[in-house]
């Protein structure tokens, strides 16, 4: 009998193990073939959806774009999670819609104005950067957000 009850159990605990890295596993990673505009779309969705496939899965996915220059100053995620959810940039979780325009570029970075409209019905503008990675590893050549402005509150949509 005793033995039946830690069989469920560890059974159970398997089960429970393989679900949760499924769930993380739906968070996309960088890669050198994510174009720049992609990279700001999918930490964008992300945000929009912060906890659709598991809490802050949006905000870990930002992270995963984040550059390592950016993690040094933002992180360890715990901290970043913080910062996302304060009052400077609270206002991209769960927003209902967003706008990326390219305002300059290079073959080395991107810059782009971001319009968010938020889940109060309030536009947001924010400048939002990313840079091709220039070291080694699995991050070689992959685009990745270097620098989100402090946000410019455009008013109401109403």
């Keep these: 009998m005793m033995l039946k009850k830690l069989h469920l159990i560890f059974s159970a605990t398997i089960i429970f193990l393989i679900s949760s890295s499924i769930l993380k596993a739906e ?3 960088p890669n050198n073939l994510i174009m ?7 930490q964008l969705v992300g945000l929009m959806n912060n906890d659709k496939s598991f809490k802050d899965s949006g905000i ?16 360890p995620l715990p901290h970043f999670k913080m910062m996302i959810k304060g009052k400077s ?10 706008t990326i325009t390219e305002v300059g570029s290079s073959d080395k970075w991107a810059q782009f ?3 968010i409209l938020d889940k109060e019905k309030i536009y947001h503008k924010f400048n939002w950067q990313v840079e091709k990675y220039t070291g080694e590893g699995p991050l070689k050549d992959c685009w990745l957000t270097t620098m989100v402005s402090s946000p410019i509150a455009l008013g109401s949509s109403i």
């Design 27 to 29: 968070l996309q990673v």
């Design 60 to 75: 870990e996915q930002t992270w995963n774009f984040a550059h390592p220059e950016n993690k040094k100053y933002t992180g």
């Design 113 to 115: 104005e971001v319009i």
């Design 36 to 42: 720049p505009n992609e990279v700001i779309k999918i």
């Design 89 to 98: 940039y609270q206002m991209l979780l769960n927003h209902i819609s967003h």
